[in-house]
């Protein structure tokens, strides 16, 4: 049926101005824009606060400049806008230059953020729990950005054991930090002993650092040391080493403690030795690598 009353006047927004409701508009260099008031025409030259009111200086087509206080009053392409400073069009930009050279405290270019991604069946094992805790500080960005985990094995003294017990293999490769991996040491007997088992030697990697514990990797300029100090033979190293840096080292809780304050020193990959970066870059290259 025909309404013959018409529609409700008031069911719309009857206030709205015949140019439709003003936007905002960030003044931007070379925006050109008409002022309502003058009638002026001209490209955004710059913005300035005076007296405390922003003023945006309008150049025309003459090259005349003329400032107008910042704000509602002006048109763009027939559109009504309130120019507002273009600080926020100014932090988008920069917000995005920053993201596109962001670092992880690895030294890496940090991904966009997205969705945790689904874990591999390729893991990287470390001995023990400072270890883990060492690489997750600095490289656990990059690790969850590619989907590694890190497992520890609580020693490798049966590294063998412990292979065959993982079974790599295609798609589930098997990498291996070991500490104090030196020609003679018991460390290297057990690393050679691992890599005879044959059947899964394609798939496992087992690469090592010098140091007696991952405690020595972080550089001792971080802890305002020249250089680690030397622990006799036959004296537990990390004993002595809170003993030379006058911390308690009496018990298990007092080397923790010590290894926090240790840990908390490193920030980036900058604070470690590179003969410990290399080896952790190498293992996560051969656990994320495509078959």
């Known amino acids: 049926m025909v309404d013959r009353y018409g529609s409700d006047v008031l069911s719309d927004d009857w206030r ?31 913005v300035e606060k005076a007296g405390g009111v922003h003023v945006v200086h309008l150049e025309d ?17 027939g559109a009504p806008v309130t120019l507002v400073p ?12 920053r993201a596109a050279t962001a670092r ?13 991604r689904v874990a591999r069946a390729s893991r990287i094992y470390v001995e023990g729990r400072h270890d883990a805790e060492l690489v997750e500080k600095v490289w656990g960005e990059d690790l969850r950005a590619e989907g590694v985990v890190v497992e520890m094995l609580d020693g490798v003294d049966d590294l063998a054991g412990v292979v065959r017990q993982v079974q790599p293999g295609p798609g589930h490769r ?16 057990v ?18 650092h010098p140091y007696v514990d991952v405690w020595q990797s972080v550089k001792p300029q971080r802890l305002g040391l020249d250089a680690w100090p ?13 003993a030379h840096l006058g911390w308690p080292h009496d018990t298990q ?14 920030t980036s990959w900058t604070d470690l030795e590179p003969e410990l970066l290399g080896r952790v870059e190498e293992l996560i290259d051969f656990v994320t690598a495509p078959e």
């Open 230 to 242: 030397v622990i006799p033979r036959g004296q537990s190293w990390k004993h002595g080493v809170c």
């Open 61 to 77: 087509r003459r090259g005349r400049l003329k400032g107008f206080p910042l704000g509602p009053g002006f048109l763009l392409d």
């Open 16 to 46: 709205k101005p015949p140019r439709g409701r003003s936007t905002e508009l960030p003044a931007e260099p070379g925006t050109v824009v008409e002022d309502v008031e003058t009638g002026w025409v001209g490209a955004v030259v710059a």
């Open 86 to 97: 273009p600080r926020a069009a100014a932090d988008a930009r920069l917000d995005a230059a």
């Open 253 to 266: 809780a007092d080397l923790a403690r010590a290894w926090r304050r240790i840990l908390a020193s490193v």
């Open 174 to 189: 098997m990498g291996v930090l070991v500490d104090h991996l030196v020609p003679g040491s018991k460390e290297t007997r």
């Open 191 to 208: 690393v050679d002993e691992a890599r005879r088992v044959r059947s899964y030697a394609d798939h496992l990697l087992v690469v090592g």
């Open 104 to 116: 992880t405290a690895s030294g890496s270019v940090a991904a966009p953020r997205t969705r945790a």
